[in-house]
């Protein structure tokens, strides 16, 4: 199997090393079960005893097997359900490796609490299941993960490198970890230089994190734990983004200190808007200037649309609501237009567009005459120039029906993944 962790095997210095040749997340597998008995209400009850044990036993298990995964216990909070325990054990590779990987201490489970299969999919599948409906509770690694988590956990300088997750946090709390997992497993960000996918992809997470807070004060306590899961996933995304503007901002000198994300026990939706707010003053006195006008607009459309870019969010959006936020995008079609035709038309001159990219791209030329004469050898400028000549009112209207679907497809790295009703 190829070595996934760092290469030196040695925390030296005060920054934590990167996750080297990270897996594609395709190829690790996620099996969750349901465990035991439904719980009566959505307080978090203590771990049971046998799940406490299925713990202590699954990583030396996994690690004898020469597996690398980890398994995370977690309460599902879905609105629909009754709230329960739920397993989910990841392993770099086959579903079947994974279950020979933590064959004894899952037997051991079985024996002792009722199992019922709830799911398995690869990461990319189960991570939205994840964060609408589960509160982490326990999260454990093995093999490489664990090896990489271990040098950056234990090391004195660890805690104080993802200090953004909020303050107070021991390093083995799951909430701890989650932006570490995501460091592991997601887009590796800001590497060769901040780009404005990075930008948006900041936004969208700060605008996201804001809108939960809104939601979770609308809703009132009843409403609250069907909230927390998102809460504590989109919150630790958003620290696991802001990692790297963090390590970024250590070389800038005169710039203010980042501030904490609110991660308290007693925290309230006012005091962590109120850390929100304090990190997007941080974000557009350091990084999103009028400077950088492409950097800033796409942080800016990333915050101000966080729900209109991610499906997930959108069934708690009335149609009123949900015109407002396409509104809100109007001023940014041609921006965006103008970015994913740098990609592209890159793409071209380089010989690494694909057929399908290209067939796209015919298709909106048809929509839009105006872009026909650019090519492979085409210039910022003279994309600029093309786009400028389409009149608002057709750049609205094709921004809806072709741009997003073509900025999903011509820029890989930055999904939008926009539904429409």
């Known amino acids: 199997m190829t070595d996934i962790s760092n290469a030196s095997g040695q925390y030296s210095g005060f920054l934590p090393p990167r996750f080297k040749d990270r897996p594609d997340a395709d190829d690790v597998m996620v099996k969750t079960w349901l465990v035991g008995d439904a719980l009566p209400d959505h307080t978090v009850p203590e771990m049971p005893v046998p799940l406490s044990l299925f713990f202590d036993l699954v990583a030396p298990s996994a690690q004898r ?5 980890f398994a995370m216990l977690w309460l599902d909070h879905h609105p629909h359900e009754q709230p329960g325990w739920r397993l989910s054990v990841a392993h770099l590779g086959a579903v079947d490796d994974l279950e020979r990987a933590v064959a004894k201490p899952l037997a051991r489970l079985v024996d002792a609490m009722a199992l019922a299969e709830f799911e398995t999919e690869n990461w990319h599948m189960t991570r939205p299941l994840w964060r609408k409906r589960a509160e982490p509770v326990k999260l454990v690694f093995w093999g490489a993960f664990a090896k990489h988590a271990r040098a950056i956990f234990d090391h004195g300088d660890g805690a104080s490198f993802y200090q953004p997750l909020g303050a107070g946090l021991r390093a083995d709390h799951v909430a701890a970890s989650l932006p570490l997992l995501e460091d592991m497993l997601g887009d590796p960000f800001l590497m060769g230089g901040m780009g404005f996918e990075d930008a948006m992809r900041l936004g969208m997470a700060l605008g996201r994190a804001h ?3 809104s939601w979770i004060e609308a809703g009132g306590s009843e409403k609250e734990p069907y909230f927390r899961p998102m809460r504590i996933w989109h919150h630790a995304w958003l620290s696991n983004a802001m990692i790297d503007p963090a390590v970024a901002s250590l070389a800038m000198s005169g710039k203010p200190a980042m501030p904490a994300l609110d991660f308290a026990p007693d925290s309230t939706p006012d005091t962590r808007r109120k850390s929100l707010d304090d990190l997007s003053a941080w974000l557009t006195t350091v990084f999103f200037t009028d400077e950088q006008p492409a950097l800033r607009n796409a942080f800016v459309a990333g915050v101000q649309n966080a729900v209109w870019l991610d499906s997930d969010l959108q069934q708690y959006l ?26 592209h038309l890159g793409n071209l001159a380089s010989g690494t567009a694909r057929d399908d990219q290209i067939e796209f791209y015919a298709t909106l030329v048809d929509a839009l005459p105006e872009l026909a004469p650019l090519g492979d050898l085409a210039t910022q400028r003279d994309i600029e120039q093309h786009i400028i000549r389409i009149d608002a009112a057709r750049a609205a209207s094709a921004f809806d029906t072709l741009v ?3 900025c999903d497809l011509l820029m890989p790295r930055r999904q939008f993944d926009a539904t429409r009703s």
């Open 318 to 343: 009335q149609p009123q609501q949900r015109g407002e936020i396409l509104q809100g995008l109007m001023p940014y079609c041609r921006w965006f237009l103008a970015m994913a035709l740098y990609n």
């Open 404 to 406: 997003l679907p073509f």
């Open 65 to 69: 097997a020469g597996a690398s995964g």
């Open 211 to 213: 809108l939960i807070e």
